[in-house]
């Protein structure tokens, strides 16, 4: 056999031990090269072209795995579907005995353009390229991956001291505000960042279940000031996005849990989605149901900072978007800020007798007070929520800037550069 003619590949893989099944990856791939199944994420290797633009937005490392691979015999997806753990690499005897050199240099093909178009929308926008991937300059550090799969404890045990459910009973619509105290257990956490909650039982396939993410929705500080507590706003899940009937595992777990119930918690996750630590900053912060959970956080440390007379007055805004009224967490408590501490815009899709609104929709209205928000290198945006709002959020940005006579190229990528535009959907 000719050594020669064997084309070696650096084969890019997940780790699903490590995998907390966030979607950053796959929506960040400006190729489609990864893809997912009800248990593990994975790349194809005939579509990945290592560019390497999932590798900085993945909060626990676990995107960050290769393999030297004969193409012929390189992992397909199907194959990876069914891992619990990485593969080991093969041994230098390994690969000699399919041929390949010792001094084979390994490649990675450019995927074909028709990938790239399938992730972008008609127009060939692609609004995940304007995520940023690091943090503002002025963000705090943050603390990951203290508990895991690999990290020295794998999980830490947290107490229910808290469940409530904040929409409206009586509606399917039912999104719990859910708190945990840690004790003893150092667990430093900021506005931005989530957790892995690791249901008990196990899978279909008698697997353990893995981890589900939740994003953090209250201050570093504790949702109570000075404990060692944070909380989460889970929606129960009771069927998928295609509306067929489903029981979430992790959802329905967590909002049926009582006070006194204990919970095993990974991480924690995330060192980008950070919001600015500069008191003349300002936020403008898109979501809609659950992805307020972050929004909820950063709102609260700012209202505490105002309260003790540490902070300098930057702006806050808020575009919240649900179905109905009634549908939408924390309506109650977000009536009550104070109106010249933070700028409330609704937008609700399925009000009765109401055309539908979307926040992008409200962006668009609200684009003399955006522009300048834009055009300040002080603001930072953060958008939260399902996938299918973020292209329309980052076009209304896109609309909003071109409007005020901005360069949207240039600002868009400064928006990215700087840390001060965080696409975090699923």
């Known amino acids: ?76 997806i199907v194959e990876q579907f069914g891992w619990d753990t990485l593969p080991d690499e093969l041994s230098s005897e390994q690969l000699a005995a399919q041929g390949v050199a010792a001094d084979a240099e390994p490649v990675l093909e450019s995927a074909p353009a ?80 989530s957790i892995g909650i690791v249901p008990p039982g196990v899978d279909a396939s008698g697997r353990q279940h893995h981890a589900r993410q939740y994003s953090l929705a209250s201050p570093r500080n504790g949702e109570r000031p000075g404990y060692n507590n944070i909380s989460l706003t889970i929606k129960r899940v009771l069927e998928d996005h295609q509306g067929n009937p489903v029981r979430g595992v992790a959802s329905n777990y967590m909002c049926d849990l009582q006070v006194g119930d204990k919970v095993d918690v990974i991480g924690p996750f995330g060192a980008s989605f950070l919001m600015p630590n500069h008191p003349r900053s300002h936020i403008v912060m898109i979501c809609t149901g659950t992805g307020s959970a972050p ?33 939408l967490p924390y309506f109650g408590p977000l009536q009550s800020l104070p109106k010249d501490f933070i700028d409330i815009n609704f937008a609700f899709s399925r009000t009765p ?19 300048p928000l834009l055009a300040d290198p002080n603001t930072c945006f953060y958008v939260c929520g399902l996938k299918s709002m973020e292209e329309g959020v980052v076009l209304a940005l896109r609309d909003v800037a071109q409007q005020a006579g901005l360069s949207w190229d240039a600002v868009g990528a400064a928006l990215k550069k700087e840390g001060r535009l965080h696409l975090e959907t699923y």
């Open 353 to 371: 007798g109401q055309p539908k609104r979307y926040v992008q929709d409200v962006m668009r209205e609200r684009a003399a007070d955006l522009g």
């Open 114 to 193: 028709s990938s790239l178009a399938a992730v972008t929308g008609e127009d060939g926008f692609n609004s995940a390229q304007y995520g940023a991937t690091v943090p503002p300059w002025s963000a705090a550090h943050a603390y990951t991956n203290l508990y895991g799969a690999k990290a020295a404890a794998r999980s830490v045990t947290a107490t229910v001291v808290g469940n409530a459910r904040v929409t409206e009973v009586g509606r399917d619509y039912d999104t719990h505000h859910i708190v945990l105290d840690f004790g003893s257990a150092p667990f430093p956490v900021l506005e931005g960042q």
């Open 1 to 76: 056999m000719d050594m020669s003619d064997i084309q070696v590949i650096r084969q890019h893989l997940i780790d699903p031990e490590i995998c907390i099944r966030c979607n950053t990856c796959e929506a960040t791939c400006p190729v489609a090269a990864i893809t997912h199944d009800a248990r593990n994420y994975v790349v194809d290797a005939d579509k990945c072209n290592g560019c390497m633009a999932c590798i900085s937005p993945c909060p626990t490392g676990s995107i960050d795995n290769w393999r030297t691979m004969p193409r012929a015999m390189a992992y397909g």
């Open 295 to 327: 929004m909820r956080a950063m709102t609260e440390w700012r209202r505490r900072l105002r309260k003790s007379g540490k902070f300098e007055g930057g702006k806050l805004m808020l575009f919240f978007g649900a179905r109905t009224q009634e549908e």
